[in-house]
């Protein structure tokens, strides 16, 4: 490959980067929005990667690439160029890329823009400093602070020094975790996959791997799924022979595990290309649940069922380790929303619930309102009873003070974190 090939190619790699920034940053799109639009379809599979890659670890350090830049300028520049010179920061002092290639590309970039030729200047400028100062100063700058419509609600929930450990989380970002289809062979697949045996028998793997070459991948021994996430199914404790509904199913990872437990299983979503994903696990694994494509809401009645798993909507703030994007895409608008329509989805399932029946409610998220609360208050509506479940590497410290699991970022801090969640199993009355 000759070096103006190289060259060209590093160029559009960082131009689609920028273009996923602007989307995130500027147009509040989710990345997975905009890779499912088609944004980089044109680009070479190895630039694809390059392109999201990059534009993934400046999103993820943005507010730190942010204070770098702010060194050597008078004041912030138009958003435009802003979000080349914090790729270009990312890319010095996170990436180590050569600066000569780095401080070249930026200054294309700002020219393609449309910027005027002084911003074309400034990156050089500056960029020609942070390479030089930059790495050095980087270590020393904390991480990314939540946005300000979320930080306060997080450390209200928990306290100051827990939502800096949750920054420091969400800096690391998430390793690789893993459910098995049979846990009694826990102990062989750590040992065949190089993972670790987490407490809870989930397992993870913290290095860079091709999944699908994995060993186990092909047969359906086990499927993608954060350790926190597995902990709801596990909840429910469902039993062979009982019937079980997954209220809100896609991408099926918890679906799976409760059809590994010989449960009679139905997976119900609203989203058609979603639970394509579910029918695909499926059918890798080898396992079996009844799908049903439909509104949560409008679920049918004509079956009861002995336990009900809600997986709600939610702000997913639970999940910005290995989304660092929501913080930007989302500005917590919509909070009220999500709120009401969770607890109209919880009245659903209760309703879906034969006396005496369990639910396991639970949602992805750091708010104090999309999970004690709507557990509070659905307890209140409805009678219910919290389920004291027997969980295995449950640490007294996740128990939430109102009832269930509160999960957070920051624990398991040395094992590579998990996502926040609020959990909890409740009984319906006789």
Partial sequence: MTQDHTQSSGLHARRAAVQLLRGVLEEKEQLSVLLGSGVLDRLEPADRARAQRLATTTLRELGRADVVISQFVEKMPPEVALNILRLAVVELCVEGEAPHGVVDSAVNLMKRSGRSPRMAGLANAVLRKVATEGPQMWPDIPPSRMPKWLRPRVVHLFD????????????????????????????????????????????????????????????????????????????????????????????????????????????????????????????????????????????????????????????????????????YAKDGTQLNELFALQADMIDTAVSLLKPGGRLVFCTCSLLFDEGERQAKTAMARHGL?????????????????????????????????MDGFFMIALRKPE
């Fill in 160 to 327: 100051e020094s827990t939502a800096q450990a949750i920054e420091t989380a969400h800096l690391a970002g998430a390793p690789l975790d893993i459910t098995l289809r049979d846990e009694d062979k826990a102990e062989h697949w750590a040992e065949q996959l190089g993972a670790e045996l987490l407490p809870t028998r989930s397992l993870r793997i913290d290095r860079s791997v091709q999944v699908t070459e994995l060993p186990g991948f092909a047969e359906g021994a086990w499927w993608i799924q954060d350790a926190a996430a597995a902990i709801a199914a596990r909840m429910l404790n469902a039993q062979k022979g009982e019937v079980v509904l997954d209220m809100c199913a896609a991408p099926g990872g918890k679906t799976m595990q409760l059809a590994a437990t010989g449960a009679d299983v139905t997976a119900l979503d609203i989203s058609p290309e979603r639970m394509a994903w579910v029918e695909e696990n499926l059918q890798r694994t080898g396992l079996t649940a009844k799908l049903v494509i439909e509104d949560a809401l409008n679920a049918p009645d004509d079956v009861l069922y002995d336990a009900v798993l809600l997986d709600a909507p939610c702000s997913a703030t639970g999940t910005i380790r290995r989304h660092p994007d929501l913080p």
């Fill in 385 to 417: 009873t919290e389920i004291e479940p027997i969980l295995q590497g449950i640490e007294p410290e996740w128990r939430s003070r109102v009832g269930g699991l509160r999960l957070s970022p920051s624990y398991w801090a040395d094992r590579g974190g």
